[in-house]
Structures are given as structure tokens and as C-alpha cells.
């Protein structure tokens, strides 16, 4: 059978990829409801995707943007389901490819059972008779070529919007995980605090967010920033350098860096020698913040190996999975709950 979806529903993004075609979606996981419905069984998305993040931040009265998952995670089951159908009819994915399909979706490695369950609820609902879970970094790791079975120890970083997750794996098995709630929002809402608190500038989500995209550490580059200045009320522009920008987002980057280290300072002595020797491999959007690699590579003093493609590579490793089911099998356990 050829036929099947990886699927990743990400806090920040959502991406599906066919078995076979390779990546079919990929968009934001937002959408615009009406504010009357937000919280009610019959929510019915009005935009979704990409035009609901455009409208972040400029909602008109009587709509509100919607998030379904927060820290890659479902919080609420309906909005969640509205969310799901309507992303898939925006992708035009035709019923006779999406109904009895099979797939395998990632979520955290440090979800819930109820959580767990909240997926595969959604995954039925979107006419997926079959769905498996397996754990995002494991679906990663096998996007980026790792073979999860092999009796040698790898060690994954994906940062994504909302977590970050450090995992160490070998032989079918996890040897030690930490997730952090400090992953690319927290960097959003980093530097939407420092220019408010440093440069009494009050920026959008969005264009606190364009900011962070747009650092460039290695070229000095410097971004012009448009807000509302706190004093006067009336529109400013301020030149932020690369640098500054940088250095604000450094306390997020540092607690990473201590999640990483804590990971290792876990793996017996054998283990972390392969970890030494062969690096973290590290995916999900936020690692591409620039000299974020460099950053991790001088704290810690290990290679680090950047995925040739960090933001769908949890899809494609899952879709991966549907031919190899093994690596589903040997990881359906390893689910770490948070006590
Ligand atoms: N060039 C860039 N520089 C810095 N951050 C970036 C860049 N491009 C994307 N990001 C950040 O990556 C994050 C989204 O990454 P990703 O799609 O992997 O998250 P997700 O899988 O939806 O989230 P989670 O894994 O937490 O559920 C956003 O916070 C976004 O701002």
C-alpha cells in the first residue's frame, strides 16, 4: 500500500505529507472564527491557515484568531476538530485520498494520555480510520535520515513554537528527554518585552516576530522596526542591529542550552561518546534563528548538525513510518508523562 499521511500539528504550523507526494500542506495553525462561537461545540472557521495569520493582531470586532494547540498540544477539542476539516478542505485533499487512510502522527514526547487521545479523536474525525502517535522527535530524527533502531545513541533538539524538546534515543528506546516551554513564542514575546521595556515601542506579534526572523548575526545587519511609541501614542520608527537583537534573545537561548546539557549529563558514558561524536541534530523552525548552531557549539563544545529541512522534517519522518512500522511499534511506549 502506497497511500498514507506523516501529519504534524505544531503549535505554530501544521504540515501533512503523502507517502508518496511528499509534502501536501503546510500552513499556519491558526483560524478566524467568530467571537460568538469561539468556545461553543458548533465554531466554524472563516479563514484558516495562512489568512487567518494574517489577520493576527487585526482582528475586527466580533472575530477573534484562534490557536487550537498550545504547547503542541490540543487545549481545546473542538476548535481543534473545526481546525482539522477545514485545513484539509483548504488543502483540497480529496475524500477518496483522505478517507481510510492511514497515518502516523507526531506529538510530544511529553504528552499526556488525554492528550494522545485528543489527536487520534481528530484524526478519526478527519476520516483517518487508522492513525498511529509517535513521538515528534523520533518522527524528526527519521526525517533527518537517523535510523531510531540502530543499538547507537543519537540525540535530537526540536525547537518549535511552543516547546522545546531535547531527546536521546537508541535501540528502540528513549535514554533520556526534557521539554521546555521556551521555544520560538517565548523568543516572539521576548523581544516584544525588550522594545517595550528598552525603547518604549509597543510592536505587533507579527512584527515582533518578522523581527526575530529577520536577525542576521553573521552579516551585522540592522532591521527597522515600526510601533507605537508609549510616550507620544503616535507611530516611530527605531533601528534595532542585529547584535541587540541577539542579545536580548539570549537568556531563551541559555535555558535551552541547560536543557541540552542536563540531557546529556543523563546518558551513560557510552552513549553520550556517540552523542559527542556524532552531535545533536537539531530541527523545528526556531533553530533557524540565526547563529543559534554557533551558539550551541561553543556553549557545549559538541557539533551541532542542522536539518536540511527543520520545519517539515516531523512529517515526513512520520510518513517515512508508515513503511517501517517498527519504529512505531518499538516507540508507542515511550511516551514520557509529566508528573
Ligand atoms: N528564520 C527564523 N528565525 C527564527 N525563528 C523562526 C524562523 N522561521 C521560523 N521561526 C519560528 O519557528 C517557530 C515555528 O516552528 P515550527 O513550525 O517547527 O513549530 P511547531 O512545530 O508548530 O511548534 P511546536 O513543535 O512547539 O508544536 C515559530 O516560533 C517561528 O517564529
Known sequence: MSGGFGIDVGTA??????????VVLDEPSVMVVRTSEARTRRVRPL?????AR??????????TAVRPLHDGVIVDLEAARA???????????PAWQRIGARAVIGVPAGATALERRALLEVADEAGMRKAALIPEPIAGA??????PLEPRAHMVLDIGGGTSEITAFCYGGVLSHRSSRIAGDEMTLT??????????LLVGELTAEALKCAVDA?????TVVQGIDLATGRPRLKTLESAEVLEALQPTADAIIAALAGVLDDLPPQAADDVLTEGVVVFGGSSLLRGFDKLVESALGFPVRMADR???????GAAHCLGDPDVVRAYEDTFIEAG
Open 13 to 22: 504550523n501544521t504540515v501533512v505529507c503523502h507517502r508518496t507526494r511528499g
Open 47 to 51: 479563514l484558516v491557515g495562512r489568512e
Open 54 to 63: 494574517d489577520l493576527m493582531g487585526r482582528c475586527p470586532v466580533g472575530l
Open 83 to 93: 481546525f482539522m476539516a477545514a485545513l484539509l478542505d483548504k488543502a483540497a485533499l
Open 142 to 147: 527519521v526525517g533527518c535520515g537517523l535510523d
Open 191 to 200: 523581544l516584544y518585552r525588550y522594545l517595550r521595556a528598552e525603547h518604549q
Open 218 to 222: 553573521e552579516e551585522g545587519l540592522s
Open 310 to 316: 527543520p520545519l517539515t522534517c516531523v512529517a515526513e
